[in-house]
Structures are given as C-alpha cells and as structure tokens.
C-alpha cells in the first residue's frame, strides 16, 4: 500500500469507525518533542503556548505504545506538531523500540527536511523506519524567507537532505519509501512551485502529493502572509485529489494524536490543548480513546452538528 492510500483509507473513515466509541485506530502520531527550528505562518504550533515545547519521556513512549499494540494499532508516526528531528537520539529510540521490539508493521515521520541530515536518516532506515516524508512547502528561498519565518539557507539544506536521503535508501538498499507533499498554492507561486519541484524533488521521491492551505488555523490571518495572497481551505480534508467532507472529521474517528506530555487529543491541529480527550500518563489508550468527552464530541460529528463544542470554532463549520 502507497501513502497516499495510506492517508485516503484514513481520511474516508470506514463505516466500522463511524460511532461514538470506534475500534482503536490503524494509526496514531505521536509527538516525541514539541519543539521545531522553523516558524510557518501555517502551522497550528505557531500559537502554541498551553502546550509542551519539550520532549516526550521515553518510559512514557514505551508505555503508551505497548498499549497501542496490545489494541491493536498498526501504525505509528513518529511526529505530530513538533519536528522530531530535534531531539535526534529520542528518535532514533523511538524507530528502535517500535520496529525491533513492538514490530509495528509500519512506522513513519514526517520532517521539514532542514535536520533530517543523512546520518540521523541512515540510523532511522538502518532500525526499519518504514517512510520518511519531507514537507516542502516553498518554491524559492524569498518565499521560503516569507512563510517558514527562517533564514532562506535552510530551503537549500533540506532539499539537499530530501536527494541525499535517497541516494542513502538506494545505496545501501535500505526499504523505507521517500516521499515529499507540498501545499498547493494558486497563481502564479503555483507555477514556480511545480518547476521547483519537477527539478529539485520529483526525481528524488517515489510519490509526491499536494495538501491544501488548511484554514482550521485562524492565525494564518494574524500573522500575515507575506503578500502572496494564499486561500486557505477550511479545515483538515485531506489531500489535494481526495478531499473529504469536514463532517464528521476524520481526525476524530480514525488516527490518534498524542502530545509530548502524553495528552490524547481529538485534533490534528490541537494548539492550545482545548482537544485535550485523556491524560496517556493516567490512562491505558482505549481508555481515553473511548472517554465521555470524546464520544459525546464524535456524537456531534455523527450528528453534523457542532454547534456548542469545542469544533464549533473551526473554520470548516465557519
């Protein structure tokens, strides 16, 4: 199975899921560190200030994902807001433990590319990480510059980790699929974009695919977009060529989402802990996946009525 089958068989939500106390989820991201190098004005840890900007505690990730084994959880992504290239040795820990001790059949991450440098890469594939995608979500380094709020080096820097990853999997014959997505912009960026990407990306991936400028993140009007006029889409649908009704969101039915303190939470874009649907510290997974709040919020999912939750906010039921 592609990724991109992967993300649609999520996204669709089987009818086995749509209840308010589903079977636990084939995938759950899990964040290992809530830190990142970059600042883009799309990404919900932009505001994020109630929750951790440190690192998940390893007994803590080995606990909580001997309980998603034992559930029934198939696949786990090493990521969720933070970049998990900045605490490398939890990373590379986390492969290990998932691929060599609890055999996940698959585990992925998903990197801005800049710290992912081909020794950190070569260690992941060496213990069995099963995909590596790379976000690449500028043309040039002025664009770059203007949404990822960083200096325009580190444009070049990761797409020179993105090729040397590749030439690393190839080399060595390692199987960990490469992949890239990038968010679809309008215009004439949309132009520069697919020249960038048919040169310095396509060439280097097995699939690439494009993600729409999600809207569930109401800061990306506060904080500007550079002057390049981006339209977002209102919230998380999926991917550009299987875009998904907002109702019910898949996010609370299929694919768990932890936080680096251990917080189960029932959104993609969590940033301020408001989602928060169980304490992973207290409670065994299925626990809090089947918590009262958590079934009374995909109930109103089920429903296609929001109105009074804690969803009512997002911009896809704006």
């Known amino acids: 199975m592609g990724i991109v089958e992967r993300i649609d068989a999520i996204t669709a939500i089987p009818a086995a899921y749509l209840r308010e106390d589903p079977p636990a989820p084939r995938s759950v991201k899990i964040e290992l560190t809530g830190r990142c190098n970059y600042r883009c004005g799309f990404c919900a840890l932009r505001t994020r200030e109630n929750q951790p900007k440190g690192d998940m505690d390893l007994s803590l990730f080995r606990k909580i994902t001997i309980d998603m084994r034992v559930a029934g959880v198939e696949e786990i992504g090493l990521f969720y807001l933070g970049e998990s290239f900045s605490a490398p ?21 998903t990197t801005n590319g800049s710290l992912a440098t081909p020794d950190l890469v070569r260690r992941c594939m060496m213990f069995g990480l099963d995909s590596l995608k790379f976000s690449v979500n500028a043309a040039d380094e002025a664009q770059f510059e203007a949404v990822m709020g960083v200096k325009g080096a580190l444009f070049r820097k990761s797409l020179a980790n993105l090729q040397a990853a590749r030439s690393l ?77 907002p109702l ?51 109930g109103a999912h089920l429903a296609k009525d929001v109105s009074g939750t804690i969803c009512e906010g997002c911009l896809a039921y704006a």
């Open 89 to 109: 040795e939890l990373l590379i820990e986390a492969v290990e433990w998932c691929k060599q001790e609890l055999r996940f059949p698959y585990v992925f991450l």
């Open 169 to 245: 999997r190839d080399g060595v014959g390692y199987r960990c699929g490469i992949y890239a997505s990038s968010i679809q912009y309008d215009g004439e960026q949309a132009a520069k974009m697919q020249a960038m990407l048919e040169a310095e990306v396509l060439p280097y991936v097995d699939c690439h695919y494009f993600l729409p400028l999600y809207g569930s993140m109401t800061h990306w009007n506060e904080t500007g977009d550079g002057g390049l006029g981006y339209v977002p889409t209102a919230g998380n649908q999926g991917r550009i060529g299987a875009l998904r009704d």
């Open 248 to 298: 019910p969101c898949w996010s609370a039915f299929t694919e768990g989402h932890v936080t680096a303190d251990g917080i189960l939470t029932a959104c993609c874009f969590d940033s301020d802990g408001r989602f928060a649907m169980g304490d992973l510290t207290r409670q065994r997974f299925m626990d809090a996946w089947h918590s009262l709040p958590f079934k009374e919020l995909r």
